[in-house]
């Protein structure tokens, strides 16, 4: 393995840390600076959601300008996140896998893909909100006869699954 892949592990890692602390102000160090401002952007509201979040690596590969990192998340639901008030409740050891694109030693970018299933589950949320539309189906019977019923559709909230591109 390069130097340079051992350096870029060793940045992923110290994101990692940080996010598990709060410390917002390592992104400059870890970033570019527009990748950090963007990084807040989304970084932010999760800590404020969950305060207490631990992210642990499980696995990491380097490969030139790309490090992809296995996660494991946990935290308690202390704010408001995704339009859902808190709940109190804590998740463990939610899968993430994460990309992250170099440039000059730094992240430049990063795309990835979280279990917010799993997350959503433990917290006892769910996947729709309370917002329903009305459809009208319109259809002909088995005699012919022409018929139409309204039905009430949920409309999910979220995507699934969670993806947080940003390069």
């Not at 959601?49 to 998340?73: H, I, K, W, Y």
């Not at 408001?80 to 050891?93: D, K, Q, S, V």
């Not at 979280?114 to 319109?138: A, C, M, P």
Request: charged share 25%; proline share 4%.
């Amino acid at each position: 393995m390069s130097e340079s892949d051992e350096h870029n592990k060793r940045v992923v890692s110290m994101l990692v840390e940080a996010i598990s602390r709060g410390d917002l102000a390592v992104f400059d160090e870890v970033y570019t600076a527009e990748a950090a401002a963007k990084a807040r952007q989304w970084v932010r509201p999760f800590l404020e959601s969950f305060p207490d979040v631990r992210m642990d690596v499980v696995q990491m590969v380097a490969d030139g300008d790309t490090v992809v990192a296995r996660l494991r998340c946990s935290g308690t639901h202390l704010g408001l996140w995704r339009g859902h008030a808190p709940t109190g409740r804590r998740f463990e050891r939610v899968d993430e896998v994460y990309f992250f694109s170099f440039k000059d030693g730094l992240i430049s970018g990063s795309w990835g893909i979280e279990d917010n299933l799993k997350r959503f589950g433990q917290l006892g949320l769910t996947l729709w909100t309370r917002r329903l539309i009305s459809l009208e189906i319109r259809g002909v019977s088995s005699r012919g006869k022409q018929r139409a019923r309204k039905v009430l559709v949920p409309v999910p909230s979220h995507g699934f699954p969670s993806t947080r591109p940003f390069s």
